[in-house]
């Protein structure tokens, strides 16, 4: 009875560190209108950065400002793929895609009106940093933005694409 107890309570604790926490499903629009089923965003086996924002929000202006900079030696050096997600409301989602264009931010951007994306992941304040691995794994979350965390989140990205 003790060695099928030991043997359970082993087999839960090595499936538990074996699960990993990965994108839930929720379907967003895009900035062009397109449909988008957040749990299938992928990068082909490369870093997978998903950044959390809002129109309203300095700190979240000034990282997406500082990463777009380096944006092409970081995707030349890992692969890496930005994914950036408005939280901003309803009424509010017609200032994003203007914020975008005239930043001339490359990302990928998807709009989470009705904050289900955001309150899936637990997040609760913005800015508000994802990277996933190669295999849709969340390997790491950050919360806010001070100037120069962007080579902490790169130099996350290279240890998660082996760099």
């Not at 043997?7 to 397109?34: M, N, T, W, Y």
């Not at 089923?37 to 870093?47: A, F, H, K, L, M």
């Not at 050096?77 to 994003?96: F, H, L, M, P």
């Not at 990277?131 to 933005?145: E, F, S, T």
Request: with cysteine; net charge neutral.
């Amino acid at each position: 009875m003790n060695k099928l107890f030991l043997s359970l309570c082993l087999l839960l604790v090595s499936f538990a560190l074996s699960a990993q926490e990965r994108l839930p499903k929720v379907i967003l629009k895009d900035i062009e209108g397109r449909t988008v089923q957040t749990d299938t965003i992928s990068n082909n086996g490369n870093p997978l950065v998903i950044t959390f924002f809002a129109t309203w929000c300095k700190p979240c202006d000034r990282e997406l400002k500082s990463i777009d900079e380096l944006y092409d030696d970081w995707r030349r050096e890992t692969g890496v793929r930005i994914v950036a997600v408005s939280i901003d409301q309803a009424q509010n989602v017609n200032k994003v895609k203007p914020m975008v264009d005239q930043n001339g931010w490359r990302y990928d951007v998807l709009l989470d009106p009705n904050g289900e994306f955001r309150r899936s992941l637990g997040i609760l304040s913005v800015p508000y940093t994802v990277l996933l691995d190669g295999q849709g794994r969340i390997v790491y979350k950050h919360n806010g933005y001070t100037d120069g965390a962007e080579m902490e989140l790169y130099k996350k990205v290279k240890e998660v694409a082996g760099r």
